[in-house]
Structure formats: structure tokens, C-alpha cells
């Protein structure tokens, strides 16, 4: 008797050849297509509807993902996780903003939606296993194992960094072992309608809204002074929320008498007098840090002991691997790395590594440069 898969589908192309490699290896295989957002429904949450036209393109993603189940002559079933997306997941990403982080919503969406909600709503299919077609690997050691993906450029165990072992159990990444050219001429040989459909990009709920815009739906925007670490007022800002540490564009604020043509970028922001501090240099020695503290730590494997440990991180999703040891010590845990790292952030996720295996990571609370506490 064949095994149950329900798998995500998205209505790209990386579900669309992970729903392909399930058929092949001889899977019986269920479609569900989650719909997070509706802009619509806004009011009926929160009381306070975005106040420009709805822009998602959910209803058709649903349509390829519709089309892709037929093609594979697999069902598809469509569930409504709005609610619990609101709940879990955007109210936590506002909340990081209102307190001058910077989120990441996806890392949230896979902990509490796509590998909780959902698994628990689809256990009416009496599954073995359920499947993402996430870019990652697992292996059972005899302890659940989370793997980069072999594509390194696609890799997506950072987003999934604060899964637990429990939760990764009885889950398969049929991709995870393919490079993302493989995936593309997979759908083409197979003519899936997906095969050239493009890849969607940035924060799923905002879709090709701009950012600042978005925010400012949902968050009062506070203008206010930009200033050197000098204190000399030298711009206005638009609301420290569309801000984050490192950032370039949109400052506004180049061609300075008195200062030199170097390029300036956000060093600093002060919730408490609305204060965004800038200096000039991409490699402003207020943009390096040595070590940061974590919050909302989580370890895949019984094996791991982080006190002590020598590992590589990964302090933003597309940032190269960088050294470093792990410090735990009543309840706090520690980051120190091996060489100063630019543009750590709070809010980002700290996600550890050793090798290829994705150790788990915690939330970056507080960024270090010889052992002062950074301004943000």
C-alpha cells in the first residue's frame, strides 16, 4: 500500500517538481494550497481595512497550483489560514517594527503556519508524511537531522531554523537534493504550467506593494530628525520603522556641504527622541560588531550543547557563512565572532551551522562592538 504525502503547494515551480519527484518515487500524493492573506478581510481582525487596493496574486497562484494538480492528475484541496496568519505571524512582524527591529515573517510563517496549522489541519488526510518544497535536507541520525539544501545559492534552513526535531519528524523536502536549474528543466520535461513561471520574491503579504507604503497601512509613521553621531541634524526621516541598520537608499541626504562624497547608511535608531543616526562608509566602524545576544533560542537535535560550541552562523539570509562560539551562561546565550561582522540586526535570526547540518538559531536581541552595546 502506498505511503500518504499532502504536500504545500504553492502554485510555483518548486512545489509543482516536488509534487513530480513524490509521483516518481511511488508516493500517494495529496495537494493543499494555503491561502495567508486577504487584504479584504483586514477589517474584520483589525478594524482597519489597508487604505489602497488590495495587490495578491493568492487567487492565482491558486489557479497554477489548480493547474499543476490536474496536469499530475493529483487532488488539491484549498484551507484558509488568514486568522492564524494574522495571529502568529503579521501581528508579531508589526510588533518587531513598532520596537525599531527588523523581522522575518517567513522564519515565523514556517513555525507557526506552514508546519503547524498545517500539519494539524491535514491529519483528517491521515498522512505518513507531509512535504514542502522547500530548498533542504533530512536525515535521521538516529535524531532528526535538518541539511542545507544542495544548491547553495537556494538553501532555505535559515527560514526554517526554528523548527523543532518533533515537528521535522514526519516531513520530506523532495527538492532538497536538486539544484534549482534541475527543478526548472524537471517541469519543462514534464511540461508542468509552472515550468517558467517566475519566482516570487520579498514578504509574501506584501507582494509588489512598496515596503514603506505597506507599513504605513498598519504603523503611524513619526517623522523626524537624522543626525550624525555628533548630533548634527543634518535630514528628516520618515518613521524609523522603514529604516534598518546598514541601509543606504532612501536617505536622502547625499551631497552635503562639509562632508565628503562617501555614501552614507543608517548606524543607529533611538525610539526614545525618534532619532535615526547615519555616518558615511560602508565600512563604518559602527557597523561592525564582535559578538550578539540571542532570545527565542531553538536547537535541532538532542546532541547539541551550545556552551562552548565552535560553529559557523549566518546572521541574515543571504550574508556568507562566518565563525564563531557560542557563549550560554544563566539563561543567556552569546554569539561571539571570530572576526566583526557588518550590519548585524536585531529582529534578523542568528541561525548556526556546522557543515551542512543546520544546528537551529535564536533571534538577534542585542548587537555588541568591544563589549558596548550598539545603538540599535
Known sequence: MKKRVVLGMSGGVDSSVAALELLDAGYDVIGVFMRNWDSTL??????????????????QDYQDALAVA?????????????EAYWRDVFTYFLREYEAGRTPNPDIMCNKYIKFAAFAEHVKQFSPDFIA??????????????????????????????????????????????LEKSAVRERAKRANLPTATKKDSTGICFIGEREFSAFLDNYLPAQKGPIKTLEGETIGQH?????????????????????YGQEPWFVIGKSLSDNVLTVGQG??????????????????IGNDITLDGLSCTAKVRYRQKDVSVKVIQHEGIVEVHFDKPVRAVTPGQSCVLY??????????????????DRLPY
Not at 490536474?70 to 484541496?77: A, G, N, S, V
Not at 520618515?238 to 562639509?258: N, S
Not at 565600512?283 to 532570545?295: I, N, P, S, V
Request: hydrophobic share 35%.
Open 42 to 59: 483586514n477589517h474584520d481582525i483589525l478594524g482597519n481595512p489597508e487604505r489602497e487596493a488590495p495587490i495578491c496574486s493568492q487567487e
Open 70 to 82: 490536474k496536469h499530475l492528475d493529483i487532488p488539491l484541496h484549498r484551507v484558509d489560514f488568514i
Open 132 to 177: 514542502m518544497g522547500h530548498y533542504a535536507r533530512i536525515t535521521d541520525q538516529p535524531d532528526v537531522w535538518l541539511l542545507r539544501g544542495v544548491d547553495d545559492n537556494k538553501d532555505q534552513t535559515y527560514f526554517l531554523s526554528q523548527l523543532t526535531q518533533a515537528q521535522l519528524k514526519k516531513v520530506l523536502f523532495p527538492i532538497g537534493h
Open 238 to 258: 520618515t518613521g524609523l520603522m522603514h529604516y534598518t541598520i546598514g541601509q543606504r537608499k532612501g536617505l536622502g541626504i547625499g551631497g552635503l556641504d562639509g
Open 282 to 299: 560602508f565600512h563604518h566602524t559602527q557597523l561592525y560588531a564582535d559578538k550578539c545576544r540571542l532570545e527565542a533560542v531553538n536547537l
Open 354 to 371: 556546522d557543515g551542512a547540518r543546520c544546528l537551529g538559531g535564536g533571534i538577534i536581541q542585542a548587537v555588541y562592538r568591544h563589549g
